[in-house]
């Protein structure tokens, strides 16, 4: 128990109090007169760290390492006394402690403050004072005691300490630090290892707990996080636990660091820039992991470091970002909001160094040349060559057929030279009065008396008393092309009609001796051949429109002669020519 007074009593009553507690104490009242000078040298925070209630904690008196040319053992032989004293967290009183009081859980050992176990209230300063009649030198020391994060095995008020773990390096051990020093000597504690607060057991590969050391069989970047190892321990019939927490830290390993990498500026990126634009230079550079290596990146201005430079108008700014394995990448922006022609011709480099070296890549900033001239020549000759695609585009549109029949008339090879065919077109078309006019009057009319095709028609040509199906069949495979006049009538099923579409078809897809020409002469809805069907989504259908297609130089018959095979006969050659004309196609 720490005796304390009222912060309300008077400064003599205090003074007495401390002069009470000296004497019980033992200590010279020399000692704590409060007219005496002493050294004060402030608070140390240098390894101020919070310890967790409930666990053992300690205290080291800063004098013996920086302040005190000696150590405890010879400053205690000089006649020297070692004092401490406490000012709790809001308190202005500083008070010695009780180390007599029977339930007190704080001992000194030397120049050692131990607290077993420290609570919540241990919260506060602790100042150890060396003294002696003509001597006195003080430091305080904080101590700042949290509790766990609810539901967590740590609190976020103690930082973790970092520890780097090289990648792809095999069996590396992760050591539970300041541990073996809270306990007595040959003590072997009880040690459970948690990641991210989780119990390390069987489920975590290649991560094998082994007492106070965590081995891992392999360094992966996948392992990186944190790690807190639980340490158990009795002394003198209590049982302690001190809970540690490191974060793992995956980095390249040394003897794979190398020189920086500039990844911009780069030979193919040219700035051109008219004097008074904006110019904004890029260096981005990357680093791999060195432990206790500069990394440094800086522009150069002309051969000078861009902070040598006064002449010069300019701003830099400077960002980085972490890489896998430890890695960093720098960037500095060199921006000169209003660049002159002067500036231009500057030369801007990029310097990167590490303690693996040095890189360096210059940027390529040019004077924009003018291009207002260059610009209205390149819009005119693109205007025209736009113009001059539309005006083919038009053409093309309404004189392709004349153009297709002008070629055939001029350029097309005779189809009928030594084929062994006898007929041009067989005419396949619905037996009814109707269509026998179309096909006989019509068709035929112009086809054989205008164009010099021969037509073969199955009702005209046939001798009588012959085999239908056969004399089809053979008038078939003796023409070139097959002529299927469309129309309801014509998908009947079990008309000869419908024979000779699948024969001509078949000779099609097999043998490639003829070709199936489609004219639409009455349009049918649904067809239930299938045939007819695939036929009329692969070919094309020459739609008749009845009076608007009787015109011979119409687009209907200049479709038709299209699909129709190449002649060289010389009646055949003058009527194709009397429909190529240069007006646009009509019905």
Known sequence: MRPTLPETAPPRMRAQHILLIAAC???????????????????DTMKHKPVYSGEPAKIKCPLFVAFVKYNYSTAHSAGLTLIWYWIGQGQDLEEPINFRHPDNHISKEKDMLWFRPALLNDTGNYTCMLRNATYCSKIAVPLEVVHKDPGSCLSEAVKAEEVLMYHDRVKQNLTCPDVQSFMPAGLEPQVRWYKECHLMKYDYPDRNPNGLNLTFAIVLSAYEGQYTCMAS???????????????????????????????????????????????????????????????????????????????????????????????????????????????????????????????????????????LRYTVELACGLGATVLLVVILTVIYHFYWLEMVLFYRAHFGTDETVLDGKEYDIYVSYARNMEEEDFVLLTLRGVLENEYGYKLCIFDRDSLPGGIVTDETLSFIHRSRRLLVVLSPNYVLRGTQALLEFKAGLENMASKGTIKVILVQYKPIKKSKVKELRKAKTALTVIKWKGEKSRYPAGRFWKELLVELPVKSRTRNLSSQQDLITLSPTGD
């Open 233 to 371: 321990y009795r002394e003198n019939g209590r049982d302690f636990s001190l809970t540690r927490t490191m974060r793992v830290k995956v980095v390249e390993a040394p003897e794979r660091a190398t020189a920086p990498l500039i990844i911009y500026p780069t030979k193919r990126i040219v700035y051109d820039r008219k004097p008074g634009e904006h110019l904004s230079l890029r260096c981005e550079v990357s680093f791999t992991f060195l432990k206790d290596s500069p990394q440094e990146v800086w522009w150069a201005i002309d051969g000078k470091h861009s902070d040598d430079v006064t002449d010069f108008k300019f701003n830099i700014t400077t960002t980085e970002a972490p890489l896998p394995i430890g890695g960093t990448q720098i960037q500095k922006i060199l921006s000169v909001p209003h660049v002159t022609e002067k500036d231009l011709k500057r030369n801007f480099t990029c310097f990167a160094q590490n303690n693996r070296g040095i890189a360096q890549a210059q940027a390529v900033v040019r004077i924009k040349p003018p291009v």
């Open 25 to 43: 104490l033992h200590v010279p009242v020399q000692l704590v007169s409060t007219s005496e000078r002493c050294d004060d040298w402030g608070v």
